[in-house]
């Protein structure tokens, strides 16, 4: 039988979000764009593509599947100019298609304009079926499609004010790259749920979803664009502006905790720092008689150095991840038990065997994933098996901008951390608090969304449990 990965073992993690990319005034923009998605590969896997500019059009590639995948020289050679904005997308509003491949460029009374678009707009739909009645017509199944269309339909004859008029009519999350044949545009929401930051390389402005893009291309970071600022780009330079409504900054605390790459440079803090962080408040929180600290690779890593660095008690790499898993398999007539796990991780017997582990990862989803590595770990011949999470118990889906599973499916939702620890068959399960997690990102209580662990909810959406894939649906 054909072994679906992505839909077994990938279904208990939370899904990445879009990676957004943007230059200007480089004569090798699109290659320059082509490198720094490939920084930011890990934040979506469905598609991937490219707008350049040269002055007096737009050019477009894009393509399902992986950046090396979507592009070869024979395509960067077509996008052509000195400005160009990337992306890569995994689907939060909208199927996983080709016509919802960003970045989106149209044609209007405004001229040309592409998009790439990071987050998930709450009233989307709500607009859409409006704009719909009124007569628009509708290519993708995308919310970021009616972002361009509140722009075309605007009275301002000025693109940034314009795009100032579209986004009034928004609630939710949103940072976005805009490329016309002679700018380009950045903007983050008023609460800048998603990251975005601007950097420099020779003399060229760039706009990025994580500094560790910039590292791969060579550009020095600059800085953040503050919630509710559009930054132009032109040939005159940077101009900064802001959107009217100053809201109350809700930063996503889950970039830190799972997205954002270790080596990236995020809200103002390095991420591997604050990983490290909320290792050692989990060590201080859930004390636990041990031998060896384990982490689950790659998410466990960081708060597990953290962890051992506190408790002294000594961290090694137990169990192996194999980097080069496909998205699916065929698995043999035989059933193999815990399969899917074994394809992605395998103990070191060596290390293991008779020892007190505490098993160390970044969240608990459904927690089947979590139950079949214990079960690895402990059949690998370990004594104890206590598992310690980095995070609070994480009970509510996220709509803006992450792909969650329904809070149906949520295991804290509607179970106890003792019933979680024997479903899981762990000796003893500890979450971090979430003033663990505060605390570990310098007391930043007021700067962040908290809704996946605290069910409040910053900006009011359409209705609960509701997929975020099928947000623009048609009713089936």
């Known amino acids: 039988m054909q072994f679906d990965y992505l839909s ?49 059009k737009l050019h477009r590639e894009v393509g399902m599947g992986y950046v090396a995948e979507v592009f070869q020289k024979a395509n960067l050679k077509r996008l052509r100019g000195e400005a160009a904005i990337g992306h890569v997308r995994y689907s939060t509003a909208g199927e996983s298609k080709i016509t919802n ?3 989106i460029k149209i044609s209007c009374n405004k001229g040309e304009i592409a998009l790439s678009h990071n987050g998930n707009l709450v009233n989307g739909g709500v607009i859409k079926s409006e704009l719909e009645r009124d007569g628009s017509i509708f290519q993708s199944t995308s919310d970021t499609e009616v972002i361009l269309h509140l722009i075309a339909r605007s009275k301002e004859k000025d693109l940034v004010d314009a ?10 999350a949103f940072s976005l790259a805009f490329l016309t044949k002679d700018k380009m545009i950045a903007v983050r929401d008023p609460r800048g749920f ?10 060229s402005y760039v706009v990025a979803s994580e500094s560790c893009a910039f590292d791969l291309i060579g550009a020095q970071f600059q800085r953040d ?20 409504h100053r809201l109350e900054a809700t930063q996503c605390i889950f970039e830190y905790i799972y997205f954002a790459r270790p080596d990236s440079f995020l809200f103002g803090r390095t991420v591997n720092i604050v990983r490290k962080r909320l290792g050692v408040e989990m060590a201080r929180e859930t004390e636990v008689d041990a031998d060896l600290i384990v982490p689950v690779p ?3 890593v960081c708060a597990a150095s953290g962890f051992s660095e506190h408790s002294g008690i000594p961290m090694e790499f137990a169990l192996i991840r194999n980097h080069y898993v496909g998205r699916t398999f065929i698995e043999p007539k035989q059933a193999i038990r815990h399969f899917g796990v074994k394809v992605k991780l395998n103990p070191v017997r060596e290390l293991l065997k008779g020892k007190r582990v505490i098993l160390i990862d970044d969240s608990i989803v459904r927690g089947t994933t979590s139950r079949k590595i214990v079960s690895m770990v402990r059949e690998a011949g370990a004594k104890e098996v206590h598992l310690r999470i980095s995070c609070a118990p994480t009970k509510s889906p996220c709509y803006y901008g ?65 997929s975020q894939l099928l947000l623009f649906e048609k009713p089936r």
């Open 8 to 56: 077994d073992l990938s279904r208990d993690k939370f899904k990445e979000e879009c990676g957004v990319f943007g230059i200007f005034g480089h004569r090798e923009a699109a290659n320059i764009t082509y490198l720094g998605l490939y920084g930011l590969q890990h934040r979506g896997q469905e598609s991937a593509g490219i707008v350049s500019s040269d002055a007096l």
């Open 101 to 103: 491949a960003q970045p």
């Open 163 to 172: 795009i100032v008029d579209a986004l009034n009519q928004l609630t939710g």
């Open 194 to 203: 998603r990251p975005l930051s601007i950097g420099k390389l020779d003399g």
């Open 225 to 244: 664009i503050e919630p509710g600022e559009i930054v132009v780009f032109n040939s005159n330079g940077m101009k900064s502006y802001r959107l009217p």
């Open 298 to 300: 790659d998410s466990g």
């Open 402 to 466: 992450i792909d969650t599973p329904l809070r149906s499916e949520l295991i804290a939702s509607s179970h106890t951390i003792p019933e979680i620890c024997r479903y899981v068959r762990a000796d003893s399960l500890g979450y971090l608090s979430l003033d663990g997690m505060f605390r570990a990102v310098e007391n930043g209580k007021n700067e962040f969304c908290t809704a996946c662990y605290t069910c409040k909810y910053p900006v009011d959406f359409p209705q609960e449990d509701v």
